[in-house]
């Protein structure tokens, strides 16, 4: 008789409970009807049996989001944790969500549920996914975009950990910049 | 202290416990 491997009949809790919400493009309904949470979690193993069992972003539709968030944080600016925050963005072209969008977005899942951001995992809130035909975003928000170099490391972790190349740039915009911005993007407040 | 997970570890575990 083999004895099982403890380590694979023990869920392995994590450091925070993340819920993963899915925001459905249905234009005869207001913004808040169509944000749905599909359903939160607090082990590994219930992070993969979600994941494995939701479509990959590249396959939802156009005006579709995916977010993750700490559980008890809603993934929009309103939010009493977002509202001072803002966003490390990285914009994608259409070849890339062939290429590059769900490894990218897997490997954004892993740096959250992992606390990968060390010290500054506090400082995150959570990480969006926009599918959009003009060009897929994916994002970071964190809570206090004042936070200079809280910010600056969780940037310069992300772009580490997607291999983004040095010579590729990306930026950080505060919500505020976001909702008052007169052309098409926010000023970016720090650039790795 | 943090609870801190590595990303070959959390791949580790994608199939690892399908039945739980």
């Not at chain 1, 309904?29 to 494995?52: C, G, I, R």
């Not at chain 1, 009493?80 to 490390?88: A, D, F, T």
């Not at chain 1, 990480?127 to 910010?151: C, F, P, Q, Y």
Request: with cysteine; hydrophobic share 40%.
């Amino acid at each position: 008789v083999s004895i099982p491997d403890p380590e694979l009949l023990i869920k392995h809790p994590l450091h925070n409970r993340w819920a993963l919400w899915y925001f459905k493009n249905d234009k005869t309904k207001d913004w808040h009807a169509n944000l749905k949470v599909v359903t939160a979690f607090d082990t590994v193993e219930d992070f993969w049996a979600l994941y494995n069992h939701v479509l990959p972003a590249s396959k939802i539709a156009p005006g579709c989001d995916y977010s993750l968030f700490k559980d008890g944080i809603q993934p929009m600016w309103e939010d009493e944790r977002n509202k001072r925050g803002g966003r490390w963005l990285i914009n994608l072209n259409k070849r890339q969500r062939n290429m590059e969008l769900d490894s990218f977005w897997l490997e954004t899942l892993l740096c959250l549920i992992g606390e990968a951001f060390e010290e500054q995992s506090d400082d995150v809130c959570g990480a969006v996914v926009n599918i959009r035909n003009k060009g897929d975003k994916l994002s970071i928000w964190t809570h206090d975009a004042t936070r200079n170099e809280a910010t600056m490391r969780v940037g310069r972790t992300l772009k580490d950990r997607l291999n983004i190349p040095r010579d590729i740039t990306i930026g950080f915009q505060a919500h505020s910049d976001t909702m008052t911005k007169a052309g098409s993007t926010a000023k970016n407040r720090f650039v790795v | 202290g943090k609870k801190q997970y590595d990303r070959a570890f959390l791949l580790q575990l994608q199939f690892a416990n399908e039945s739980l």
